[in-house]
Structure formats: structure tokens, C-alpha cells
């Protein structure tokens, strides 16, 4: 019984081990593409705070979706794989909402098609 007691306090400290290393990797991660938002919608005149916390709710929505489709496919003991598609589900969040902002026209301050008939 003390064996069956040190194994799943070994299991346990490795699972709460991975889940510190994820967070703190999400967090970077994150933290980047999101830094990454904010200058394109500037570039494209929009507010960057907003287009951030588009980011940011959109990450953490699909990433708890991955989960939940991690979990229907891999079961609850597979940890890694559940993470893994939790991520996948996570980035494409991130170039979705990008792909959204690219589609929109940039802001040019010193367009010539704007100074057409001024002379």
C-alpha cells in the first residue's frame, strides 16, 4: 500500500509539474501574438487594446474547446495529447482573428489618392 501511495504522489507532482511548464509557456506565447495583434490593428488605424482582448478571449475559448475535444478523443489520463490539441486549438484562434484584421484596409496618413485635385 506505501508503493501504491509514493507512485500516485510521483504521478501527481509530474502532472502538477507539466501544468506550471504549460502555463507559463501559454503566458509567453501569448504574450507575443498578442503584442502582434496590437501592431497590425494600429497599422490598420484600429485600437490595439481591442483587437487584444479579441486575442486573448479568443485564445483562452478555443484552447478550453481543445480541451474538451482533447478529452472526447484521448480520454482524461492522457494528459500531453489533451495539452497538445488544446494549443493547436489555441494558435489557429490567433490566426483566425489575424486573418480577420488583414482583411481590413490599411491607414495610409500620407495617401496620394487622397490629395487628388489640390493644387
Known sequence: MIWFNLAVFEVLKTHFIYQKIKIVLDLIVLFFLTREIGRLAFKKGLKPVTWKIYNVLGWLGAELIGVMTGVLIFG???????????????????????????????????????RIGEN
Not at 482524461?76 to 489555441?90: E, H, K, P, W, Y
Request: charged share 20%.
Open 76 to 114: 482524461l489520463n492522457n494528459f500531453i495529447s489533451v495539452q497538445l490539441v488544446a494549443f493547436a486549438f489555441a494558435i489557429t484562434s490567433y490566426f483566425i482573428i489575424k486573418a480577420q484584421l488583414t482583411k481590413l484596409p490599411d491607414q495610409d496618413f500620407d495617401d496620394d489618392i487622397n
